[in-house]
């Protein structure tokens, strides 16, 4: 693709920011407690600790707390619209986003609303603000992505859980990634994960689940590529959904074998060796997981000045797209590398029996009013139940 193709579109992420929880769980913690070996945990499946969220975190406080600095940074002028990306939904009615957006003091002049298609929403989120943005580009649309990833405990999924969110700030002239034209797009009807309204933690089968994200890489690279992309070898770097870190390699795998390129592992190392490095000590975060691939990468990269990098967003379900960005020269000086690690190195480790109890504890349902246990140390919280009511504060 030409460059001046690629700069055909000058919408894109003009800020990002994420935030995670208030405790973490190392997996030389869980596999002591279940004997599995460390080496599955931190070579087979390439993940080292994951994100617990305290008993007054959740969704709402994660995202507030990933936006909040992006509001400072920018102000809320212009900004008309807030998409808020989640599998976690906290109410079957009202959206996520009203919360976050009260709790931020962003203006009336707003309109908010949730999105859900597994870990695929924060994408379906980013091109729809990106197609505002075309229409209006004075407008900027903040989209939060956040999810707490719950299994059954001792099931095959647990290792894989974690907790995060991510706000971006979408807008013309983006001071971060320009996003592309065009996408490739795919669905396919399939059983591999999903949470009916009963339950908190996910169903899934877990071999399933690889198939099928396997096949909607190619899917959507194959019309990716139908619609007129980039070449593969034009991309700096791949950021994929990291349900755990070691999918993107099997999935970065399947993409070369496909494309007729045979596998060079110092080619996959250099094309994902930046992108894990948050994952794999937060976990699956579902919508803000792909996301936090790219945090990761800015944050770590020498110099990506102009450089292409592909996204592969994946759903359950499934819903997947692969689009590309162009890194937009001077954005190391718009990057919140410290602030990222800082949400990292402030999470305090627990013990097994700790996570077990956050674990099993949930949410009364009985209608009544409940003040909820003060234990996170983040700037917003959930305070209390009240009337069928969550009821947040700023701390
Ligand atoms: P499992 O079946 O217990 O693990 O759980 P396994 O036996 O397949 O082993 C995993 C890897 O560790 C294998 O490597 C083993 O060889 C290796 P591979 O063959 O895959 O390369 N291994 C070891 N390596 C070193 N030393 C050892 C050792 N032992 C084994 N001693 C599974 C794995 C992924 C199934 C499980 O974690 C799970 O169910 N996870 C949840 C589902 C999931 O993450 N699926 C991913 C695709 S679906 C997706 O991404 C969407 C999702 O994010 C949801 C959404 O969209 O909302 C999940």
Redesign the pocket.
């Known amino acids: 693709m030409s460059e001046e193709m690629a700069n055909d579109s000058p919408t894109g992420i003009h800020d990002l920011s994420f935030a995670t929880t208030e405790f973490v769980l190392p997996h030389t913690a869980l596999s002591r407690h279940n004997g599995t070996?460390i080496?599955?945990y931190h070579?087979?499946?390439g993940q080292r600790s994951m994100s617990v969220p305290a008993a007054d975190e959740d969704i709402v406080t994660m995202a507030a707390a990933a936006a909040a600095p992006v509001i400072e940074r920018h102000g809320s002028d212009g900004i008309r619209t807030v998409v808020f990306a989640t599998?976690s939904s906290i109410d079957q009615a009202k959206s996520a986003g009203i919360y976050v957006h009260s709790l931020l003091g962003l203006p009336s002049a707003t309109r908010v609303v949730e999105l859900k298609q597994?870990?695929?929403g924060a994408t379906a989120a980013l091109q729809f603000a990106l197609g505002l943005v075309h229409r209006d580009p004075a407008q900027r649309v903040l989209v939060v992505a956040g999810d707490v990833s719950k299994?059954e405990l001792d099931?095959?999924?647990e290792?894989?859980q974690g907790a995060a969110a991510v706000a971006m700030l979408v807008g013309a002239d983006p001071a971060l990634v320009r996003i592309e034209e065009p996408s490739g797009v795919f669905t396919a009807d399939v059983m591999?994960?999903w949470r009916p309204n009963y339950r908190e933690a996910?169903l899934?089968d877990?071999?399933e689940?690889?198939g099928?994200?396997l096949l909607a890489v190619e899917g959507s690279w194959k019309d990716y590529a139908e619609q007129g992309g980039r070449a593969l070898d034009e991309f700096a770097a791949f950021c994929y959904?990291q349900?755990?870190t070691?999918?993107a390699y099997?999935a970065h795998r399947h993409l070369l074998n496909y494309c007729g390129h045979g596998v060079d592992e110092e080619r996959v190392a250099r094309d994902l060796g930046l992108t894990t490095a948050y994952n794999n000590v937060i976990g699956?975060s579902?919508t803000a997981?792909v996301y936090l691939a790219l945090a990761a990468l800015l944050d770590q990269a020498d110099d990506l000045d102009g450089r292409a990098v592909g996204f592969l967003s994946?759903?359950?379900?499934s819903v997947a797209e692969f689009f590309a960005g162009s890194v937009v020269p001077g954005y190391r000086e718009h990057l919140r590398t410290e602030a990222h690690r800082a949400a990292i190195d402030r999470r305090v480790p627990i013990d097994y029996a700790r996570y077990r109890r956050l674990h099993e504890y949930s949410f009364p349902a009985d209608g009544g009013d409940h003040r909820t246990p003060s234990e996170t140390t983040g700037p917003f919280r959930l305070a209390a139940l009240r009337d069928h009511k969550r009821i947040y504060e700023t701390r």
């Open positions: 070996d080496a599955k070579k087979g499946i599998e597994a870990c695929y299994y099931s095959p999924g290792a894989t591999d994960f996910a899934v877990g071999q689940s690889i099928a994200y959904h349900p755990f070691k999918m099997k699956n579902y997981s994946y759903g359950s379900g």
